[in-house]
């Protein structure tokens, strides 16, 4: 070996001593059942992994389907308290006490701020034992957490994420104090559109300067092959030539609007008897008044709910239109998944999703709650399908340029690593 390389061989491990301890970050959220935020970190996570980082996630509850992605990518899974696969609704979840805990009208209990108490310690033992050096929390409740271990664990960076608009406070007072106690322990306060960034500053008297807006990013790789995929999608979900078919992508909550879309769709099917409604998206606790509701206004022959979808990109596929009916949002996962599918979208005017449609040709805002705006918007976009063919590619490139994984995880690797370089 020659005096140069080994020189060259000192340097390259130099600087990997140096960068090997700063390159590790710790993730702290509630559970890893399947969501929009769960589904952003684990994206976040697994890229991370491949550039080298070394990255754990801490959730409050234990089980959930993400938690095995992440373990099949080699990512280790530590939790607040150990339970035989609790359920984010039930009594013994971690969450469900933390939530009972700042119910409005409510002092908290006693197991309630025990509950609260052991997570903040298992968070803080956790941080102390791995020395990561970004600690970055998702979500009101765990955001407080995190932000209040990693302070107390001496973490050199702290994050916190808001990923939605802040309308849990008013469910939820004393998660108000929770968000400005987070707000004041984070380094950093991100937020993914720049509605959220400012509906922060507007409720907790942050400064939107300080917030970093980081938009959400895409898997595009699923999408590769949508237009070949159309015609199986219809035959397998026994659609006809002449139907037109709307879709929504959403567990089913009540804020997403499910019930406005299907009495927009009713309205709507009166002009067009051609419409078909698809809806996929978790049963989590509606779907049987849904299904009511379909039925007593007419249209329980033409809405048909898919439950959960292991292949929304497959679903997409086949669909004609989107729809995003949610009376509150951050920034829409499934919004963009229906635009990267090149699909027109009648979405409501809330959150980021103004955003999210900004120059997109073919698509239409509505307002929230109004299933008359709704059905307003579908017609609308319905009389422009024949013209949809360039609109749809126009939307798949764009997108692709928007919103990247990789340009999202570059914009947080620059963040954690910025006031180091």
Known sequence: MTDVESQQNAAVSATARVRTPRQSVLFVIGT?????????????????????????????????????????AGIQVSYGLHRPNPSPASPTSVNAEAKRSVAPKRRP????????????????????LTRPRVVHAFLPLTNFLGALAGRLALAPLVITSRRGLGNHQERWPRLKRMDRIANRFSHVVVANSHAVAADVAAR????????????????????????????????????????????????????????????????????????RLFIAGQDRGIGAALTEQ???????????????????????????????????????????????????VVATNVGG???AVSGMPGCVLVEPRDPADLARGLLAIIERLPEQTADREYRQRVMRERY??????????????????
Request: negative net charge; proline residues 3%.
């Open 404 to 421: 990247s994984v990789e340009a999202m995880v570059d914009a947080y690797e620059h963040l954690y690593l910025a006031d180091s370089e």
């Open 294 to 344: 379909a039925q007593r206004l007419g249209m329980g022959s033409t809405v048909r709910l898919l439950g959960m979808q292991d292949d929304v990109p497959g679903l997409l596929a086949g669909m004609d239109i989107g729809v995003i009916a949610s009376h509150e949002e951050g920034f829409c996962n499934a919004l963009m998944e229906k635009l990267t599918a090149g699909l027109p």
């Open 353 to 355: 999703n103004p955003e």
């Open 204 to 275: 907790d008297g942050y400064d939107i300067d300080r917030v970093r807006v980081i938009p959400n990013g895409l898997d595009l790789s699923r999408f590769d092959q949508i237009g070949r995929r159309r015609d199986d999608t219809r035959s397998r979900l026994g659609i006809d030539p002449d139907d037109i078919v709307i879709v929504i992508v959403a567990n089913l909550i009540p804020y997403k609007g499910h019930s406005d879309l299907i009495e927009a769709f009713a309205r709507a099917s009166q002009n067009r008897p051609n419409l």
């Open 32 to 72: 890893l059942d399947l969501g929009g935020t769960e589904s952003q970190l684990v994206l976040l996570a697994k890229e991370l992994k491949k550039r080298g980082w070394r990255v754990e996630v801490f959730a409050l509850s234990s089980g959930g389907v993400l938690a095995e992605t992440l373990d099949s």
């Open 109 to 128: 209990s006693v197991k309630a701020m025990l509950v609260l108490g052991a997570a903040v310690t298992s968070l803080v033992i956790r941080i102390a």
